[in-house]
Nanobody, 122 residues
Framework: QVQLVESGGGLVQAGGSLRLSCAASGSIFRVNDMGWYRQDLGNQRELVATITSGGSTNYGDSVKGRFTISRDNAKNTVYLQMNSLKPEDTAVYYC????????????????WGQGTHVTVSP
């Protein structure tokens, strides 16, 4: 009943910026922690950034100082502002959220988006 839809991925040159968005929709009671993860060819999915419902953030070491995660609770949307992009940032970026549904409002379930491609050229 709940889905996450990412947008904002694309191709950018090194040093440029992109802003990813992820909107949760469906039978939502509450969206708790949200986050961004990424996966490149041959690599495991890694943490990019997470944000709690109260706004506390956590970042992966490789993106600290360059990426900023934020959210709009009224829109059930999480954003990832990506600055000073490097070719190493090229990956599929996945949105994640812990969601309490109308059907089961006392249990949080993990939901993943389909992913959005980010390609950073040299």
């Amino acid at each position: 009943q709940v889905q996450l839809v990412e947008s904002g991925g694309g191709l950018v040159q090194a040093g440029g910026s992109l802003r990813l968005s992820c909107a949760a929709s469906g039978s939502i009671f509450r969206v708790n922690d949200m986050g961004w993860y990424r996966q490149d060819l041959g690599n495991q999915r890694e943490l990019v950034a997470t944000i709690t419902s109260g706004g506390s953030t956590n970042y992966g070491d490789s993106v600290k100082g360059r990426f900023t995660i934020s959210r709009d609770n009224a829109k059930n949307t999480v954003y990832l502002q990506m600055n000073s992009l490097k070719p190493e940032d090229t990956a599929v970026y996945y949105c994640n959220a812990a969601v309490q549904t109308i059907r089961s409002p006392f249990r949080a379930s993990e939901v993943w988006g389909q992913g959005t491609h980010v390609t950073v050229s040299p």
